[in-house]
């Protein structure tokens, strides 16, 4: 079995590390975390008020961290009133010292007997190493939660928050339990499996000592705890023995009982898909829950009869610890960037929304204990920033996981910034005297020089089309190649982009420039028999489309001429996505002021800034919230548009669409049929629907992909170590349309990837619609 510890450090051992999960867990995470994901997204689109509640919970979240040591001080009255104990732990070491001291207290003095500890699942126990704390005192600590509980017999470590032994497959559990407890007939079913770990841990949970519970969310004003499963087994943990002991991040705390609304209602819906959890569980302990006398089972249930002294559902005799643990959360409360972190709800969303994660699990993508996106947030803030530099560069920053989390937290923010800090903190070797004068970056000097490479990737294409066609053939030598791979960590497996000398700004100044094209645009909408529109457009030349596929840059262009747009094409700088993907957020910081002085004048001027490259458009749209000042954000976002959008949009108010070009043959009752796959961050700007539309109505029956994403992920793809995690996502996207006659793509990466393994052309939609002539 897989043990999650902390990954190798060098790139050839993450690259082995990542082919060895691919083999052997890749499958079976996949397929669960893949249909999870496909359930939410369905239950989601089918809850009517689902945007209501994720913004409710949002805000009860912000609220409820705000006024995080008020709420201490609430539910320690609340509980301490009710008869319980509350104990705030600073640490690990903290929590594990005082849990162990409650255990030890129901040891027998005059046997010598240890007590034991059943526990229902709770990732903040794994977070602290409770278990091993205990089990090294001569404690017996079972796991209740099935899935916990295989990890426990197989001594392996959870792959997912939601799901610890979703990498584990039935036929290697049940060779496992065979093994291990040797049963008359060797286990087979998957209900054999299930019965005999029904019967075995209620026998341990019925003769329990100590029951120790997490809490899906603790209410400060009464003490209640929620528990949220699926097995019913985190009840009976918390019921059951004389003592109970539950424990927490102090970020669970919520404020009152009807603050519990929206959680318990999206919990279920963001975590596995379903309407709601089979077990709700509301506790204010020490409860009288009625617990079954297993000697006496037809006597009435416990607090039934309480008397008159006994204040009502409440046992005397029970004693219960809520222990509630710091860890570094109060620190990261205090910190603007990792603060939002806090807003978890712990649902695995993010994981399963996550193509990279889908593939390795969290073996791969995770630290010391958390996994998928939101893990960079908490384990840079509970384990420290070198666990959670052992994974973070997993995350592309695709931003599925933010419209999939259910209090829509800026994940890949998150990412982007721990990202930066370990930039910062890096002792490796310095490169500057490579690149000094070349890379214009803000960055400090001992940055990774392939992390530099990429992050200053408009300069170094300005170098390649300067320098085409020898740029080219250079680059495709054997000795450069190894080179590359070297020292940027480029695999020499991976096709490299060719340079064009004639760049897209070059061709439109040599065309005529914005008097050829405002010449065009009159002489076609004069044509026209539809309404005139009135506009002008700046189409915005990123890296790739100005030095690389010009074609899909000329195409655009000439259909915003066609539809009576006049176009104009200005050498502008890199928008800073490029940066921020490797975590360079001072580069990317001078990249966004650079870009919206440059244009500026476009906007007062009224002019649209029209964009191919669906990451440009999604860090206009998100990222320059965070780097410029709030009125030249709303600017810049209000006028920035997709390529594709802007053409249907153009049309839906009264732009000729004969000018277009449309599928040969195709007609409205016999469509072309082609596939289309959309940009992740198209699609999570929700700009995948009006391409789809467009194409339609040009004659093409589009296909879109239901795999999330294409793999290759900018300069993700690129790298070594990642380079067989990236075609296995691609693979999949691959298969899907390996027998279509015709493949399209929106994004950059997606196109390459596609080529790749496909091996034909795939051009850009904006292609497939622009005029011949």
């Known amino acids: 079995m897989a043990e999650r510890t902390h990954q190798p450090g060098s790139k050839s051992e993450m690259a082995a590390r990542i082919r060895q999960l691919l083999e052997t867990e890749g499958e079976a995470v996949h397929a669960h975390s893949s249909a999870m994901s496909a359930r939410q997204a369905q239950t989601y689109a089918e809850t009517d008020d689902i945007e209501t509640l994720r913004a409710d919970a949002r805000s009860i979240k912000e609220d409820a961290i705000d006024r995080l040591p008020e709420l201490l001080e609430t539910v320690r009255d609340a509980v301490e009133a009710n008869g319980g104990t509350v104990y705030v732990a600073d640490d690990a070491a903290d929590a594990n010292a005082y849990v162990s001291d409650v255990v030890a207290e129901r040891s027998d003095s005059a046997t010598g007997e240890q007590p034991s500890v059943v526990k229902s699942k709770s990732m903040t126990t794994e977070e602290i190493d409770l278990n091993e704390a ?31 032994a979703m990498h584990i497959s039935q036929p290697e559990i049940a060779e496992l339990f065979t093994e291990r407890f040797d049963p008359d007939e060797p286990f087979e079913t998957a209900e054999e499996l299930t019965q005999f770990a029904r019967d075995y841990l209620g026998e341990r949970i019925r003769e329990a000592d100590v029951g120790i519970t997490g809490a899906n969310f603790v209410v400060a004003e009464t003490g209640t705890m929620a528990l949220v499963t699926n097995e019913g087994n985190a009840r009976k943990c918390a019921v059951t023995p004389d003592t109970h002991v539950a424990i927490a991040g102090v970020e669970k705390l919520i404020p009152s009982v009807r603050d519990l609304e929206p959680f318990v209602d999206l919990i279920a819906k963001s975590a596995t898909g379903q309407s709601i959890s089979q077990y709700v569980t509301m506790l204010t302990p020490p409860t009288a829950s009625p617990t079954l006398d297993f000697d006496a089972p037809d006597q009435p249930l416990a607090g039934a009869n309480a008397d008159a002294n006994t204040s009502a559902g409440t046992e005397p005799d029970r004693e219960f610890h809520l222990v509630l643990l710091d860890n570094g959360r109060m620190d990261m409360r205090e910190d603007d960037l990792l603060r939002e972190t806090l807003y978890c709800i712990r649902c695995g969303a993010c994981s399963n929304s996550c193509s990279n994660f889908q593939a390795v699990g969290g073996h791969a993508f995770g630290g010391e204990t958390y996994s998928g996106g939101i893990a960079t947030g908490w384990e840079a803030g509970v384990h420290g920033q070198e666990s959670a530099a052992e994974f973070n560069d997993l995350c592309t920053g695709c931003s599925q996981c933010v419209n999939a989390c259910p209090v829509k937290i800026d994940i890949p923010w998150i990412n982007t910034v721990v ?3 370990i930039n910062r903190e890096g002792n490796g070797e ?6 000094d004068g070349l890379t214009p970056d803000a960055e400090t000097g001992g940055l990774d020089l392939g992390k530099r490479f990429f992050g200053n990737i408009d300069t170094v294409a300005k170098l390649g089309s300067t320098t085409a066609p020898v740029s080219n053939w250079l680059a495709q030598t054997g000795p450069a190649r190894r080179v590359l791979e070297s020292t940027l960590g480029i695999d020499q497996r991976r096709d490299l982009p060719s340079f064009q000398r004639e760049t897209l700004v070059d061709w439109f100044e040599n065309r005529g420039g914005v008097a050829t094209s405002r010449r065009r645009a009159e002489r076609a909408a004069s044509e026209a028999s539809e309404t005139a529109i009135d506009r002008e457009a700046v189409l915005y030349p990123d890296v790739y489309t100005n030095h690389v596929d010009t074609d899909r840059g000329k195409a655009a262009v000439r259909t915003l001429e066609a ?5 104009s094409v200005p050498d502008l700088p890199e928008s800073g996505r490029a ?23 476009d906007l007062d001027a009224g002019r649209d800034l029209v964009v191919i490259e669906p990451s440009d458009l999604a860090a206009f749209h998100r990222e320059y919230e965070r780097l410029l000042p709030n009125r030249s954000f709303e600017r810049l976002r209000d006028n920035s548009y997709e390529v594709c959008h802007y053409v249907y949009g153009l049309l839906e108010h009264g732009a000729d669409p004969d000018a277009l070009a449309t599928a040969d043959g195709g007609t409205d009752e016999q469509a072309v049929s082609i596939a289309y796959h959309s940009h992740c961050q198209q699609r999570t700007l929700g700009l995948e629907a009006p391409t789809t539309a467009l194409l339609e109505r040009c004659g093409y029956d589009p296909r879109t992909s239901s795999v999330e994403c294409c793999g290759m992920a900018g300069s993700f793809g690129y790298k070594q170590e990642y380079y067989e995690l990236s075609m296995d996502v691609g693979d999949r996207l691959a298969q899907e349309f390996e027998t279509a006659a015709t493949v399209v793509a929106s994004g950059t990466s997606c196109g390459d990837q596609l080529e790749t393994l496909l091996e034909r052309d795939v051009p850009h939609p904006i ?5 011949t002539r």
């Open 419 to 421: 990202r930066d800090r």
């Open 579 to 601: 940066p921020l993907s490797q975590g360079m957020i001072a580069t990317a910081d001078r990249q966004a002021s650079r870009l919206y002085g440059a244009v500026v004048e």
């Open 430 to 435: 310095s490169y500057d005297f490579l690149v």
């Open 767 to 771: 292609e497939l619609l622009a005029p």
């Open 134 to 164: 205990l089990e090294t005192n001569g404690t017996d600590v079972y796991e209740t939660d099935l899935g916990e509980w295989v990890l426990q017999v197989a001594d392996d470590t959870p792959s997912h928050i939601v799901g610890p």
């Open 563 to 567: 539809l009576g747009v006049p176009v």
